[in-house]
């Protein structure tokens, strides 16, 4: 089972950035890796998601400010944040999709709290 930690997390200004880290027990070379944050009343949206073969997928909102990606000699994935906004301000969640099927692995969570 894979464990996933993740860190990275903190309050920020506007226009401020973040690295949110999510470092894996086991190898994630061959897992699809993405970010999720959930804020207050809203439900749960990928934010970024990378294959196991580099291509990357961003929601709207985050597109040209937030950067996926992975390092997989130290099974790690991570999310620039750039340009933060406080719509920004959610929960993060790493999540790891194993290709060749299986159950997904979640991160604990991290708060990202974006001010005006």
């Known amino acids: 089972q894979v464990q996933l930690v993740e860190s990275g997390g903190g309050l920020v200004q506007a226009g401020g950035s973040l690295r949110l880290s999510c470092a894996a027990s086991?190898?994630?070379?061959?897992?699809?890796s993405a970010w999720y944050r959930q804020a207050p009343g809203k439900q749960r949206e990928l934010v970024a998601g990378?294959?196991?073969?580099?291509?990357?997928n961003y929601a709207d909102s985050v597109k040209g400010r937030f950067t996926i990606s992975r390092d997989n000699p130290k099974n790690t994935v991570y999310l620039q944040m750039n340009s933060l906004k406080p719509e920004d301000t959610a929960v993060y969640y790493c999540n790891l999709v194993p290709l060749g099927g299986g159950n997904a692995y979640w991160g604990q969570g991290t708060q990202v709290t974006v001010s005006s």
């Open positions: 990378i294959s196991s073969g580099g291509f990357t």
């Open positions: 086991g190898s994630i070379f061959t897992m699809y």
